[in-house]
Nanobody, 114 residues
Framework: QVQLVESGGGLVQPGGSLRLSCVAS????????MSWYRQAPGKEPELVAH????????NYAESVRGRFTISRDNGKNTVYLQMNSLKPENTATYYC???????WGQGTQVTVSS
């Protein structure tokens, strides 16, 4: 059974940083592209970043490029999202996603506010 469990969200001031983690189980993690999506209240989900199964294969939404970094540790079945220079508009629920089969985690809330 595929499971994706996110953690690391919270309340942070503008300009601050957070690192999200997603622990995967129930499948061969290293073989899959993994993604982070987010959904703000009243808006559709949007892609934040994804990372392929091969090293260096990453892609980012234009709005986060240069501030967010996606990475993975296949030995720990974990994908990370390092978020720096956070802005209030980054407030959303962040989801770990295995898009090929449309598996989503439960999400972790990120709130950027002073």
């Amino acid at each position: 059974q595929v499971q994706l469990v996110e953690s690391g969200g919270g309340l942070v001031q503008p300009g601050g940083s957070l690192r999200l983690s997603c622990v995967a189980s129930g499948f061969t993690f290293s073989s899959y592209t993994m993604s982070w999506y987010r959904q703000a209240p009243g808006k559709e989900p949007e892609l934040v970043a994804h990372i392929g199964s091969t090293p260096g294969n990453t892609n980012y939404a234009e709005s986060v490029r240069g501030r967010f970094t996606i990475s993975r540790d296949n030995g720990k079945n974990t994908v990370y999202l390092q978020m720096n220079s956070l802005k209030p508009e980054n407030t959303a629920t962040y989801y770990c996603v295995r898009l090929s089969d449309d598996y989503w985690g439960q999400g972790t809330q990120v709130t950027v506010s002073s």
